[in-house]
Protein backbone atom coordinates (compact mmCIF):
# COMPACT_ATOMS: atom_id res chain seq x y z
CA UNK A 1 0.00 0.00 0.00
CA UNK A 2 3.03 1.96 0.97
CA UNK A 3 4.44 1.64 -2.54
CA UNK A 4 1.30 2.32 -4.45
CA UNK A 5 1.28 5.47 -2.77
CA UNK A 6 4.65 6.74 -3.51
CA UNK A 7 3.55 5.44 -7.24
CA UNK A 8 0.89 7.61 -7.31
CA UNK A 9 2.54 10.46 -5.75
CA UNK A 10 5.07 10.24 -8.60
CA UNK A 11 2.72 9.79 -11.45
CA UNK A 12 0.64 13.01 -9.87
CA UNK A 13 3.80 15.11 -9.66
CA UNK A 14 4.95 14.17 -13.49
CA UNK A 15 1.64 14.87 -14.47
CA UNK A 16 1.90 18.38 -13.28
CA UNK A 17 5.09 19.23 -14.49
CA UNK A 18 4.03 18.83 -18.00
CA UNK A 19 0.91 20.84 -17.00
CA UNK A 20 3.02 23.43 -16.01
CA UNK A 21 5.44 23.59 -19.11
CA UNK A 22 2.57 23.88 -21.72
CA UNK A 23 2.27 26.42 -23.90
CA UNK A 24 -1.40 29.03 -23.80
CA UNK A 25 -1.97 30.32 -27.06
CA UNK A 26 -4.33 31.97 -29.26
CA UNK A 27 -6.61 29.59 -31.03
CA UNK A 28 -8.98 30.78 -33.81
CA UNK A 29 -12.66 29.78 -33.94
CA UNK A 30 -14.02 29.14 -37.43
CA UNK A 31 -15.16 31.60 -39.91
CA UNK A 32 -19.03 31.55 -39.85
CA UNK A 33 -19.97 34.10 -42.82
CA UNK A 34 -22.26 36.00 -41.25
CA UNK A 35 -19.69 38.22 -38.48
CA UNK A 36 -19.06 41.56 -38.95
CA UNK A 37 -15.05 41.45 -40.21
CA UNK A 38 -15.18 45.39 -42.46
CA UNK A 39 -12.21 47.06 -41.23
CA UNK A 40 -10.46 43.80 -39.61
CA UNK A 41 -6.90 42.39 -41.13
CA UNK A 42 -6.77 39.14 -43.04
CA UNK A 43 -3.48 37.53 -43.61
CA UNK A 44 -2.62 34.04 -45.41
CA UNK A 45 -3.24 30.97 -43.35
CA UNK A 46 0.81 29.49 -43.22
CA UNK A 47 0.63 25.50 -43.80
CA UNK A 48 3.64 24.78 -41.67
CA UNK A 49 4.58 24.22 -37.86
CA UNK A 50 3.38 26.64 -34.90
CA UNK A 51 6.16 27.86 -32.82
CA UNK A 52 6.49 29.62 -29.53
CA UNK A 53 9.52 32.11 -28.83
CA UNK A 54 9.97 32.54 -24.88
CA UNK A 55 12.47 34.64 -25.12
CA UNK A 56 15.12 32.14 -24.89
CA UNK A 57 13.88 29.11 -26.59
CA UNK A 58 11.68 27.69 -29.79
CA UNK A 59 8.77 25.60 -28.52
CA UNK A 60 5.84 24.04 -30.14
CA UNK A 61 2.20 24.79 -30.07
CA UNK A 62 1.91 22.05 -26.69
CA UNK A 63 5.25 23.29 -25.08
CA UNK A 64 7.29 20.89 -26.50
CA UNK A 65 11.01 22.04 -27.26
CA UNK A 66 12.20 22.29 -30.89
CA UNK A 67 15.58 21.79 -31.55
CA UNK A 68 16.59 24.74 -33.80
CA UNK A 69 19.94 25.68 -34.22
CA UNK A 70 21.88 27.68 -32.50
CA UNK A 71 22.72 29.94 -35.51
CA UNK A 72 19.33 30.13 -36.15
CA UNK A 73 18.05 31.99 -33.15
CA UNK A 74 20.93 33.30 -32.08
CA UNK A 75 19.59 37.13 -33.07
CA UNK A 76 16.17 36.68 -31.88
CA UNK A 77 14.70 39.25 -29.55
CA UNK A 78 14.44 39.04 -25.87
CA UNK A 79 11.01 39.21 -26.05
CA UNK A 80 8.19 36.77 -26.87
CA UNK A 81 6.88 36.17 -30.76
CA UNK A 82 4.39 33.14 -32.21
CA UNK A 83 4.38 32.24 -35.69
CA UNK A 84 4.47 29.82 -38.01
CA UNK A 85 7.93 27.95 -38.98
CA UNK A 86 7.35 27.42 -42.95
CA UNK A 87 9.12 27.06 -46.41
CA UNK A 88 6.77 27.68 -49.11
CA UNK A 89 2.77 26.55 -49.51
CA UNK A 90 1.93 22.77 -49.89
CA UNK A 91 5.28 21.49 -48.47
CA UNK A 92 3.51 20.53 -44.87
CA UNK A 93 5.93 16.99 -44.77
CA UNK A 94 8.80 18.78 -45.35
CA UNK A 95 8.76 21.43 -43.00
CA UNK A 96 8.02 19.33 -40.54
CA UNK A 97 10.92 16.61 -41.54
CA UNK A 98 12.68 19.56 -40.52
CA UNK A 99 11.65 21.06 -37.76
CA UNK A 100 10.67 17.88 -35.41
CA UNK A 101 14.35 16.85 -36.12
CA UNK A 102 15.76 16.72 -32.77
CA UNK A 103 19.27 16.65 -34.26
CA UNK A 104 18.96 19.81 -36.52
CA UNK A 105 19.97 20.08 -39.70
CA UNK A 106 21.40 22.61 -42.84
CA UNK A 107 18.22 22.74 -44.39
CA UNK A 108 17.15 25.09 -41.46
CA UNK A 109 18.29 27.55 -43.66
CA UNK A 110 15.11 26.53 -45.93
CA UNK A 111 13.09 27.57 -43.10
CA UNK A 112 11.96 31.42 -42.34
CA UNK A 113 9.69 32.24 -38.58
CA UNK A 114 6.55 34.16 -39.87
CA UNK A 115 5.31 35.92 -37.19
CA UNK A 116 1.56 36.79 -36.91
CA UNK A 117 1.07 37.71 -32.95
CA UNK A 118 3.56 39.18 -30.17
CA UNK A 119 2.14 37.91 -27.16
CA UNK A 120 1.69 39.43 -23.80
CA UNK A 121 2.05 43.17 -25.26
CA UNK A 122 0.49 46.15 -24.56
CA UNK A 123 -1.67 47.59 -27.44
CA UNK A 124 -3.72 46.67 -30.16
CA UNK A 125 -2.59 44.17 -33.00
CA UNK A 126 -1.19 46.65 -34.78
CA UNK A 127 0.85 47.92 -32.04
CA UNK A 128 2.33 44.67 -30.77
CA UNK A 129 3.44 43.87 -34.31
CA UNK A 130 5.08 47.38 -34.59
CA UNK A 131 7.44 46.38 -31.50
CA UNK A 132 8.83 43.29 -33.36
CA UNK A 133 8.95 45.66 -36.75
CA UNK A 134 10.96 48.11 -34.73
CA UNK A 135 13.63 45.64 -32.74
CA UNK A 136 14.22 44.44 -36.93
CA UNK A 137 15.13 47.66 -37.92
CA UNK A 138 18.08 47.37 -35.18
CA UNK A 139 18.85 44.11 -35.36
CA UNK A 140 17.74 43.03 -39.23
CA UNK A 141 17.44 39.14 -39.39
CA UNK A 142 16.44 36.81 -42.08
CA UNK A 143 14.86 34.07 -40.85
CA UNK A 144 12.07 36.43 -39.31
CA UNK A 145 9.63 37.86 -41.24
CA UNK A 146 5.84 39.70 -39.99
CA UNK A 147 3.30 37.95 -41.93
CA UNK A 148 1.73 40.46 -44.11
CA UNK A 149 -2.09 41.88 -42.97
CA UNK A 150 -4.37 43.55 -45.38
CA UNK A 151 -7.26 45.34 -44.38
CA UNK A 152 -10.72 43.47 -45.17
CA UNK A 153 -13.37 45.68 -47.18
CA UNK A 154 -15.88 43.83 -47.29
CA UNK A 155 -16.96 40.14 -47.17
CA UNK A 156 -16.82 39.75 -51.53
CA UNK A 157 -12.89 41.19 -50.37
CA UNK A 158 -12.46 38.00 -48.25
CA UNK A 159 -13.72 35.84 -50.51
CA UNK A 160 -11.64 37.50 -53.59
CA UNK A 161 -8.39 37.14 -51.38
CA UNK A 162 -9.80 33.47 -50.23
CA UNK A 163 -9.75 32.30 -53.99
CA UNK A 164 -6.42 33.91 -55.02
CA UNK A 165 -4.52 31.99 -51.83
CA UNK A 166 -6.32 28.62 -52.62
CA UNK A 167 -5.25 28.81 -56.44
CA UNK A 168 -1.76 29.26 -55.19
CA UNK A 169 -2.12 25.70 -53.24
CA UNK A 170 -2.54 27.82 -49.90
CA UNK A 171 -4.21 26.74 -46.94
CA UNK A 172 -7.03 29.55 -46.28
CA UNK A 173 -7.32 32.97 -44.35
CA UNK A 174 -7.02 34.35 -40.77
CA UNK A 175 -9.20 37.17 -39.91
CA UNK A 176 -8.28 39.18 -36.61
CA UNK A 177 -10.05 42.07 -34.94
CA UNK A 178 -7.25 44.58 -34.76
CA UNK A 179 -8.19 46.97 -31.96
CA UNK A 180 -8.54 43.62 -29.39
CA UNK A 181 -5.92 43.47 -26.81
CA UNK A 182 -3.80 40.22 -26.53
CA UNK A 183 -5.24 37.51 -25.25
CA UNK A 184 -4.92 33.21 -25.05
CA UNK A 185 -7.41 30.98 -26.28
CA UNK A 186 -10.31 31.01 -28.67
CA UNK A 187 -12.01 33.97 -29.39
CA UNK A 188 -14.34 35.48 -31.78
CA UNK A 189 -12.07 38.10 -32.59
CA UNK A 190 -9.83 35.57 -34.16
CA UNK A 191 -11.01 33.34 -37.04
CA UNK A 192 -9.69 31.26 -39.56
CA UNK A 193 -11.68 31.16 -43.19
CA UNK A 194 -11.19 27.31 -45.12
CA UNK A 195 -12.92 25.79 -47.81
CA UNK A 196 -12.52 22.68 -46.02
CA UNK A 197 -12.64 22.40 -42.07
CA UNK A 198 -9.71 20.24 -40.77
CA UNK A 199 -9.40 18.11 -37.36
CA UNK A 200 -6.90 16.21 -35.95
CA UNK A 201 -7.56 12.66 -34.61
CA UNK A 202 -5.57 9.43 -32.81
CA UNK A 203 -5.36 6.63 -34.75
CA UNK A 204 -6.61 3.79 -33.05
CA UNK A 205 -6.83 0.64 -35.58
CA UNK A 206 -5.20 -0.04 -39.21
CA UNK A 207 -7.61 -1.65 -41.66
CA UNK A 208 -5.19 -3.48 -44.03
CA UNK A 209 -7.46 -4.93 -47.24
CA UNK A 210 -7.35 -9.01 -47.07
CA UNK A 211 -6.86 -8.97 -51.36
CA UNK A 212 -4.51 -6.10 -51.71
CA UNK A 213 -2.46 -6.55 -48.55
CA UNK A 214 -2.01 -2.43 -48.02
CA UNK A 215 -3.90 0.14 -46.34
CA UNK A 216 -7.48 0.11 -46.40
CA UNK A 217 -8.73 2.49 -43.78
CA UNK A 218 -7.39 3.72 -40.11
CA UNK A 219 -9.53 3.75 -37.77
CA UNK A 220 -10.01 7.58 -36.02
CA UNK A 221 -10.94 8.41 -32.60
CA UNK A 222 -11.13 12.75 -33.76
CA UNK A 223 -11.56 15.37 -30.88
CA UNK A 224 -15.28 15.18 -30.81
CA UNK A 225 -14.86 11.35 -29.52
CA UNK A 226 -17.05 9.92 -32.94
CA UNK A 227 -14.87 7.42 -34.07
CA UNK A 228 -15.26 6.87 -37.74
CA UNK A 229 -13.28 4.80 -40.73
CA UNK A 230 -10.99 7.53 -42.93
CA UNK A 231 -9.93 5.52 -46.10
CA UNK A 232 -9.25 8.17 -48.73
CA UNK A 233 -6.71 10.68 -49.53
CA UNK A 234 -3.48 8.40 -49.11
CA UNK A 235 -0.91 8.10 -51.59
CA UNK A 236 -0.08 4.85 -52.85
CA UNK A 237 3.39 4.90 -50.77
CA UNK A 238 1.28 5.93 -47.66
CA UNK A 239 -0.53 2.51 -48.18
CA UNK A 240 2.13 0.58 -48.23
CA UNK A 241 3.62 2.53 -45.11
CA UNK A 242 0.49 3.62 -43.51
CA UNK A 243 0.59 5.61 -39.98
CA UNK A 244 0.96 3.66 -36.83
CA UNK A 245 -1.91 3.30 -34.06
CA UNK A 246 -0.90 6.47 -31.32
CA UNK A 247 -0.31 8.74 -34.29
CA UNK A 248 -1.92 11.84 -34.48
CA UNK A 249 -2.82 12.73 -38.03
CA UNK A 250 -4.66 15.90 -39.63
CA UNK A 251 -7.66 14.81 -42.37
CA UNK A 252 -10.08 17.48 -44.09
CA UNK A 253 -13.85 17.33 -44.03
CA UNK A 254 -17.01 19.21 -45.16
CA UNK A 255 -19.16 19.18 -41.72
CA UNK A 256 -20.68 16.97 -40.14
CA UNK A 257 -23.22 13.89 -40.44
CA UNK A 258 -26.39 13.40 -37.99
CA UNK A 259 -24.60 10.73 -36.04
CA UNK A 260 -21.37 13.49 -35.39
CA UNK A 261 -19.00 11.96 -37.95
CA UNK A 262 -17.09 14.32 -40.39
CA UNK A 263 -18.14 14.71 -43.88
CA UNK A 264 -15.96 13.49 -47.12
CA UNK A 265 -13.58 12.76 -44.90
CA UNK A 266 -9.44 12.92 -46.28
CA UNK A 267 -6.40 12.00 -44.79
CA UNK A 268 -3.84 15.17 -45.00
CA UNK A 269 -0.42 13.84 -43.15
CA UNK A 270 0.63 13.03 -39.52
CA UNK A 271 1.31 15.74 -36.91
CA UNK A 272 4.52 15.12 -34.48
CA UNK A 273 4.20 18.53 -33.03
Known amino acids: MYLKRIFMRIIILLFLSILSFAVE ?6 YQGNEKIDSWL ?3 KLDGIRG ?8 SRKGKKLYAPK ?10 LDGELWT ?17 SIKWEEITYNIFEVPETKGDFIERLKKLENWLKEHPNRYIKIVKQKRVKNKKNLDKFLEEILSKKGEGVILKDPKKDYHTGRSSSFLKVKKALDMEGEVIKINISEKTKVLKSLQIKPENGTIFNLGT ?14 DIVTFKYFGFTKNGKPKFASFLHIRKD
Do not use: A, C
Not at 52 to 59: A, I, Q, R, T
Not at 71 to 80: A, E, L, R, S, Y
Not at 88 to 104: A, C, G, L, N, W
Open 233 to 246: GFTNKQRKNPPKIG
Open 71 to 80: WFIKDFPPFK
Open 25 to 30: LQKPEV
Open 42 to 44: MSE
Open 88 to 104: KRDDFEHIQSIVMDKYP
Open 52 to 59: YWDGKELK
